[in-house]
């Protein structure tokens, strides 16, 4: 089992959904990442969390430490939201980073 | 910079040429790591400066691969020898001491070897 699990692997959606994308992970950690990657593109950062919840725009981040469970929500989906969104969690014992494999989000029009 | 500086953009060697991939983290960050993305995969760790604690190298393939980092700021990934196997596009980030710093890429450097 790895120790960062995204779900779902594909998602395909139509545009304005409400998606939500999860992260699991069985090690102790001192911050969890959520990460885009474009399609060719380079990765950009969406939110660093350690407790609670972050909002930026459309997108909204919760971390539940105790359950060991994330989730990055995007609302009124779009076309340039499709992308491959990457869980990444920082281990608290050595703070090296251990990934998911990725969530490939495709929204239609 | 205001970012995450790497070079060159793209490289395109013959097998058995070495390379030399150049990573200039933001200013500050203390943190280095490097991975490597062929097509269509995830990322691959290779590795990981933190100050001025012995790196951890455990990600690299082979004997081939070394990286260094000078002055705790750019970091240099050599690949000796190069094989076709190592075409990807290799990728640095970086990120504040103490582990719990945003991360920040670099475009990364697509490495080709024909």
């Known amino acids: 089992k790895n120790e960062v699990e995204q779900s779902p692997q594909n998602l395909t959606a139509q545009e304005g959904e409400f998606i939500t994308i999860n992260c699991s992970y069985s090690?102790?950690?001192?911050?969890l990442h959520w990460l885009q990657q474009h399609p060719g593109g380079g990765i950009v950062s969406l939110f660093m969390l350690s407790s609670g919840k972050k909002k930026h725009g459309r997108l909204i981040a919760t971390i539940n430490i105790q359950e060991k469970h994330s989730s990055l929500h995007i609302t009124a989906s779009h076309p340039r939201d499709s992308a491959v969104y990457i869980c990444a969690v920082r281990s608290r014992s050595n703070y090296q980073l251990i990934w998911g494999a990725g969530t490939k989000l495709i929204i239609k029009p | 910079g205001a970012g995450v500086s790497q070079s060159p953009s793209n490289k395109v060697t013959e097998k058995g040429k070495d390379v030399e991939l150049r990573c200039d983290p933001i200013s500050g960050h203390t943190a280095l790591y490097w991975y490597r993305q062929s097509l269509g995969q995830g990322l691959e760790f290779l590795i990981y400066?933190?100050?001025?604690?012995?790196?951890?190298k455990s990600g690299l393939p082979s004997d081939r691969f070394s990286a260094e980092r000078t002055g705790g700021s750019v970091s240099t990934l050599t690949i000796q020898r190069t094989q076709q196997e190592d075409s990807a596009v290799y990728l640095c980030a970086s990120s504040l001491e103490g582990g719990t710093g945003e991360l920040f890429f670099g475009e990364g450097s697509r490495l080709t070897v024909l």
């Open positions: 090690v102790g950690i001192s911050a």
């Open positions: 400066f933190q100050g001025n604690s012995a790196p951890d």
